[in-house]
């Protein structure tokens, strides 16, 4: 059977320049063989967790907040992972990835880890020529701490400049090192 990704868009530009990263991981999977789902962040409406720790009793298996999130539970569990792309703001990940990561909260609980196992790759695009002076690396810092806590196997990430629209593309190194990523991830 052929594995399955989800792919978490988070930037708000149509075709951002972190969703046009994440589409050439997306060719290489495909291109091993994998599917791919795409999934906008941007468009779904994903409330804060509240801390309530309701997702951690035994008798509930996720989060109790109904919102567009409870759409991505299922999806998250049935994918052999996940590409998160995001551009950079502020010197982190997009408000719209922050909120998901948060509420991955949920996938630990009295069973362990739900996402134990699940390969994970990053995608992040940002202002500045620097991925340190951007702030890229605080984002990568979060997803590598993340993925350890939760025993997903990190598979790796690919990053660069990209201020306007389509610019990612002119950088044909990491456009390849993307599609490379993703022959890898599916793999």
Request: glycine letters at 8%; charged letters at 20%; one cysteine or more.
């Amino acid at each position: 059977m052929a594995k399955s990704f989800l792919a978490l868009i988070s930037s708000p530009r149509k075709n951002g320049n972190s969703t046009l990263l994440a589409q050439k991981i997306a060719d290489g999977a495909k291109a091993a063989g994998a599917r791919v789902e795409f999934v906008n962040l941007h468009r779904m409406k994903i409330k804060p967790c509240t801390a309530c720790d309701k997702c951690h009793a035994a008798d509930d298996r996720f989060c109790i907040i109904k919102d567009d999130m409870q759409k991505l539970y299922a999806k998250v569990m049935a994918a052999d992972g996940i590409i998160f792309a995001s551009p950079i703001y502020f010197f982190t990940m997009s408000a719209q990835l922050k909120l998901f990561m948060d509420r991955c909260y949920a996938f630990g609980g009295p069973s362990g880890y739900a996402l134990k196992g699940k390969k994970m790759a990053v995608a992040l695009t940002y202002g500045d020529i620097d991925p340190f002076r951007s702030g890229a690396v605080n984002a990568l810092r979060t997803f590598q701490d993340a993925f350890a806590y939760l025993e997903a196997p990190f598979a790796g990430s690919v990053y660069g400049t990209g201020l306007e629209p389509g610019d990612i593309l002119k950088n044909k190194a990491v456009m390849k090192e993307a599609f490379d990523l993703g022959k890898s991830l599916a793999g």
